[in-house]
């Protein structure tokens, strides 16, 4: 099987970008005024918008038989971990620091 070599523009000899004239240039406007929806969507960027207080990558040793209780539950099981924490640190009260 031979391959055709070129890029395929060139081989077909079509070109479908005719090449703009002075008077082209001057008739052009910037996007922002043309399609402003446009740029705002690419200002907004991608993936979710950014959390005003993310949640912290922490390292935490617990017993063996609590990890072993909530993984029992299924999928999920961190998040609900998260839940019974949260519950928990309502009900702490600070400590007082030794002067």
């Known amino acids: 099987m031979s391959r055709k070599k070129g ?14 004239t002075a008077k082209d240039f001057t008739r052009m406007r910037p996007m922002k005024e043309v399609m402003p929806e446009v740029v705002e969507a690419f200002k907004r ?7 005003e207080h ?24 961190q998040a609900r971990m998260n839940d019974v924490l949260t519950r928990a640190a309502t009900r702490l009260k600070p400590r007082r620091r030794a002067a």
Do not use: M, N, Q, Y
């Not at 960027?45 to 959390?51: A, S």
């Not at 949640?55 to 999920?76: I, N, P, Q, W, Y």
């Open 7 to 20: 890029k395929p523009w060139e081989r077909t000899g079509f070109d479908d970008s005719p090449e703009l």
């Open 45 to 51: 960027g991608r993936g979710r918008p950014k959390l």
């Open 54 to 77: 993310p949640k912290e990558r922490v390292s935490l040793r617990v017993d063996h038989d609590v990890v072993a209780a909530f993984k029992a539950t299924g999928d999920g099981w």
